[in-house]
Each structure stands twice: as C-alpha cells, then as structure tokens.
C-alpha cells in the first residue's frame, strides 16, 4: 500500500493508502475525499478531478497525456502543477505523494 495526502481547498489535510494502480481519483472516491467529483469516471471528458501536485513531486509524474493537457487548457484555475488525478496512477514511486483539490466549479448548465 502507498500513501496520498489531499489537502481541500479550505486546508484540512487527509492521508489515505491505496494499492500501486490505483488512481488519485479512485483513492480520493473510495475514501470520500471530499472536491473531487470525478464526474466522468476517469474517461477524461470532465476535468472535475483537477487537482494541484505539491511542486516537489512533479518530476516523479507520468508524462501528461495531449488529452489531460487539452481538457486542463480550458480551466481558468489551471496552474503549472495542475494535473486530472484520474491520470496519476499510484505507484511505490509515488508513496507519500501530497495533492491540493479545488472545490467544484459552478455548473455550467446554471449559466443558461
Ligand atoms: S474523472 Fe473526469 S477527467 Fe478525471
């Protein structure tokens, strides 16, 4: 089992461990890791998994997927350590990994 730290958006800070395969997102729904919603089930269409990697752990990363970078080219809150957490499989590499999550953005639809 690994370690992965979500700190929400108002600062409390949960560690879960979860089996190496296992993603970010998976880890973070299996365990009511509250902000992210994971609306497509880790399909890539929803970008409601978006999360900040603490910088430090960047470089341990697989490279990011030209459909993650396109899905994270329309957040207005995207940063450089962005990534969709469907898209980070745990690895022992990554054990103690440390993710920042967003709360859920307004729906769209409510602009209508
Ligand atoms: S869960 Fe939808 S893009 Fe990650």
Redesign the pocket.
């Known amino acids: 089992m690994v370690k992965v730290t979500y700190i929400d958006s108002s600062g409390v800070s949960r560690t879960i461990e979860v089996a190496p395969g296992v993603s970010v997102?998976q880890g973070a729904k299996q365990n009511d890791i509250p902000e992210i919603t994971?609306?497509?089930?880790?399909?890539?269409?929803?970008?409601?998994?978006h999360v900040y990697v603490d910088p430090q752990w960047m470089d341990k990363l697989q490279p990011m997927h030209k459909i993650e970078n396109g899905?994270l080219a329309f957040k207005e809150t995207r940063q450089p350590n962005s990534r969709?957490?469907?898209?980070i499989l745990m690895t022992e590499d990554l054990d103690g990994l440390v993710v920042r999550t967003l709360p859920p953005e307004p729906d769209e639809d409510a602009n209508d």
Do not use: V, Y
């Not at 994971?38 to 998994?49: I, K, N």
């Not at 969709?84 to 898209?87: D, E, V």
């Open positions: 997102m994971a609306d497509c089930g880790g399909l890539r269409t929803c970008s409601s998994c899905l969709l957490s469907c898209q």
